[in-house]
Structure formats: C-alpha cells, structure tokens
C-alpha cells in the first residue's frame, strides 16, 4: 500500500466552490470517498486510468468533476454548489487498474489513501 498525498478542502458558504487534489499514477483508478463522523465511508467520485469512464455519486452528480492531470500525476475533484450536507472528511484513493462501474463505487477495492481533507460547507 501506499499513502495518496491530498490537498485543498476547507470552509466555504454553502454554494461555493472548493477543489481537492490528489497524487496518483496515471495507472490508477482513483476514487474520492467521503464521511461524517459515525457513518460508513461513501462513494462520491471515480475515474479510470485514461479518463474514459467517470462515475459519480447521485448526490453530487452535475455538481462534482473529477478530472486528471497526467503530466502532474495527478487527480482533481472540482466542487461546485456546495452544500451543507457535502460536509465530510474527504478521501482519494487509488489502486492500479480498471474497474467496472460497480467496483469503481466500491471502497474495498481501493488500495492506496490519502490521509483526508476536511471539507465544510456552512449554511
């Protein structure tokens, strides 16, 4: 396993942007994940190694890009119209390969994490 770097988050006013960025090999499938205190881990984002399938949550499809940079090795989550319930310690992940459209959205097939970034949306 290795440890994704991360950065960005923050606090923002609910309709806000915020971008997050995430070190990963431009062979990875990389995954945001998302998670309040006492819930399970969520699904938010995910894109394969050569950018054809991105998948997203229900929650924040239309609001939330995930893109990729490979000459920077790295992954972005762009947030748009952010709201009060996008409020979440937020996670890249990565593992090398492709995956399915369900795998994409499954944390447990996700290898390498980041550390996590506070994300605040304030009413």
């Known amino acids: 396993q290795e440890r994704r770097v991360q950065s960005g988050g923050g606090l923002v006013q609910a309709g806000g942007s915020l971008r997050l960025s995430c070190e990963a090999s431009?062979?990875?499938?990389v995954g945001w994940f998302r998670q309040t205190p006492g819930s399970e881990r969520r699904f938010v984002a995910s894109?394969?190694?050569?950018?054809?399938?991105?998948y997203y949550s229900d929650s924040v499809k239309g609001r939330f890009t995930i893109s990729r940079e490979n000459a920077r090795n790295t992954v972005y989550l762009q947030m748009n119209s952010l709201k009060p319930e996008d409020t979440a310690l937020y996670f890249c992940?990565?593992?090398?390969?492709?995956?399915?459209?369900?795998?994409?959205?499954?944390?447990?097939?996700?290898?390498?994490w980041g550390q996590g970034t506070q994300v605040t949306v304030s009413s």
């Open positions: 992940a990565s593992f090398a390969g492709y995956c399915s459209r369900t795998g994409c959205r499954d944390w447990r097939l996700f290898r390498n």
């Open positions: 894109l394969t190694p050569n950018g054809e399938n991105t």
């Open positions: 431009v062979r990875d499938t």
